[in-house]
């Protein structure tokens, strides 16, 4: 079973360009035909978040159009750059997304279970969990006991040592989200989106980690005081493979079209 994992494909009106430089429909144009090409398809799609820039209705519309393309379910999360009605509405026919309150849910993926959190904050680019919402997680991870378990969310709940990052991070609920998986083996993973970087991490006995941007990247410079900067560098998506034998592997792949695949070895032994 395959669920691939995008984020933060920052999506603005048609021929609107991201911070005036970057193309991020074309990028998400990209992302997708990579996911098409995997050899082995993708059986779900998450998006962990930043869907669009400004939250508009047209933003919206313009990403279901970019999404059109793929052939299997996509789960949307919102992220600080996201309006949560003008999400629920462009994508009313996604009937896990519940019609009022936090945009959680939890969805069934044959052999994996997939909860969704939402750490959005209106107005805000922090991100928080509040009490609410982890009884929600409580009680839905106590349903499944049994059931490999994918817990998605925006902000991470760990520090990244981006300063400018962490600062606008999961400013609440982060300790006790991490005792709360603690007390459940289930959870595989915690994914997340928003640093547009590939970062894992231990957190309550099991893996964190982000997944980097369809388009721009945040620069790696792990002093506190550094600049708030993006860099043009390679986009991925991560790839979750699970299988009964092995359980839950991730993979980071890089979008865009190389040379090969060649052979290491022809009919004689190793190529010299």
């Known amino acids: 079973m395959i669920l691939v994992q995008i984020s933060d494909p920052h999506i603005r009106q ?3 360009l991201a911070y005036g430089q970057v193309d991020t429909a074309a990028a998400l144009q990209r992302t997708v035909a990579a996911i098409q090409r995997l050899p082995q398809p993708a059986n779900a799609v998450v998006i962990t978040g930043d869907l669009v820039d400004f939250g508009r209705p047209e933003e919206y519309a313009h990403l279901r159009r970019l999404l059109a393309p793929l052939s299997v379910p996509v789960y949307l999360l919102a992220g600080n750059h996201d309006e949560p009605m003008a999400l629920r509405a462009a994508f009313a026919d996604h009937a896990y997304l519940p019609p009022t ?3 959680h849910y939890a969805v069934d993926l044959g052999p994996l279970r997939l909860i969704a959190l939402d750490s959005h904050q209106p ?3 922090h991100g928080a969990l509040d009490a609410a919402q982890l009884t929600w997680l409580e009680q839905t991870l106590a349903d499944a006991p049994e059931v490999p378990t994918v817990i998605a969310l925006h ?3 760990f520090e990244t040592l981006i300063g400018h990052m962490d600062r606008i991070g999961l400013r609440e609920g982060a300790a006790a989200l991490e005792a709360l998986v603690r007390r459940h083996p289930q959870v595989e993973r915690v994914i997340c989106g928003h ?3 590939a970062i894992e991490r231990r957190f309550g006995g099991t893996l964190a980690a982000t997944c980097p941007g ?3 990247q945040v620069c790696l410079d792990l002093a506190p005081q550094a600049a708030s900067c993006f860099a043009l560098e390679p986009p991925a998506f991560r790839v979750h493979a699970w299988t009964a034998h092995s359980g839950l592997v ?8 190389f040379a090969g695949p060649f052979p290491f070895h022809d ?3 190793l190529i010299d």
Do not use: I, N, Y
């Not at 991730?250 to 079209?257: A, C, N, Q, R």
């Open 101 to 103: 309150g936090p945009l």
């Open 123 to 125: 107005g805000c680019s």
């Open 267 to 269: 009919a004689h032994g």
């Open 195 to 197: 640093l547009h970087r």
């Open 155 to 157: 902000h991470p709940p």
């Open 250 to 257: 991730t993979h980071l792949m890089p979008v865009g079209e």
């Open 14 to 16: 048609p021929g609107k």
């Open 214 to 216: 369809t388009s721009h």
